[in-house]
């Protein structure tokens, strides 16, 4: 056999060890820079501890109100920093297979902010490494096949607002943001109610609706979608499929999260909470 051939040979053969070799590097910088983030997130957060009070709730729509109270906030203590596990399933189109995704992800409240991370599996030993920026008003989406090539890496106005609305949307596993003074509350009526955010010279809001037992059944706002490389304001949103009590706080851990375009909603998203925790040190 020509030594040529045999060169190729062996390169062919070490080719998915180094493949190997090279994501796994690649994983550790990924999640080495989204903690350096995460670190930012958090910085200078005071030790200050906040009660919330029944007095606290006064003034906002009656909807709002008994969700605050169903999710039993009432007398502990307000919440600064979140960390949660969550695992889903994920898909990019209406007819796209579905695939399995793990992810976590951490809020900041006073000043309103979270670093989301996920690796989400495509096939054996291929998968999507995903990092959800919203910090200091600015959104930032990358996503990389196999934490080393670029799939997306989005910024701008569009994600700006769209990754305020998310914060929005999946503020109720963190109930006691909503009395954050940089968000207004108006009532739409007595099962629905409408959350006006503004950070960072951005504002945008969104409709919460809610059951006869206090919960939230879902999230609606008006979001930029990127549909065939330009940027589309579209119904967006998350609907609620389950509750349940993580530290003495109930919380919506079961979501599906939806687009509805014209042509109909298309879930893109399911998603569980499966593990939470406030105020970490």
Do not use: C
Not at 230 to 257: A, C, H, M
Request: charged share 25%; aromatic share 12%.
């Amino acid at each position: 056999m020509p030594k040529v051939i045999k060169i190729v040979l062996a390169f062919a053969a070490a080719l998915p060890v180094l493949l190997l070799i090279t994501s796994f590097i690649a994983n550790y910088l990924f999640t080495y820079n989204a903690g350096k983030e995460v670190k930012a997130l958090f910085n200078n957060i005071g030790d200050k501890k906040e009660i919330v009070r029944e007095t606290d709730l006064e003034g906002l729509p009656h909807s709002v109100q008994n969700w605050l109270e169903r999710s039993q906030v009432i007398g502990k203590e307000r919440i600064k920093t979140v960390y949660l596990k969550q695992k889903g399933l994920m898909r990019t189109t209406e007819d796209g297979k579905w695939m399995p995704a793990e992810a976590k992800q951490y809020f900041r409240v006073d000043e309103p902010g979270f670093i989301w991370t996920a690796k989400i599996r495509i096939a054996p030993a291929v998968y999507l490494a995903g990092r959800d920026k919203y910090y200091e008003g600015k959104g930032h989406m990358l996503i990389k096949l196999l934490s080393l090539i670029p799939i997306a890496d989005s910024k701008g106005e569009e994600i700006d607002q769209g990754t305020l609305l998310r914060y929005m949307a999946e503020m109720p596993w963190f109930p006691t943001a909503a009395l954050s003074n940089y968000i207004k509350w108006e009532e739409v009526d007595f099962n629905r109610a409408r959350a006006i955010m503004s950070y960072g010279g951005v504002t945008a809001s969104g409709v919460y609706e809610f059951n006869e037992k206090g919960e939230v059944v879902s999230f609606t706002a008006n979001r930029y979608r990127e549909v065939n490389g330009s940027f589309v304001l579209q119904d967006w949103g998350g609907l609620t499929r389950e509750y349940r009590e993580f530290n003495g706080i109930r919380i919506p851990n079961k979501t599906d999260v939806v687009w509805k375009p014209e042509t109909g909603d298309f879930t893109w998203y399911k998603l569980e909470v499966t593990e939470i925790e406030y105020n970490g040190t």
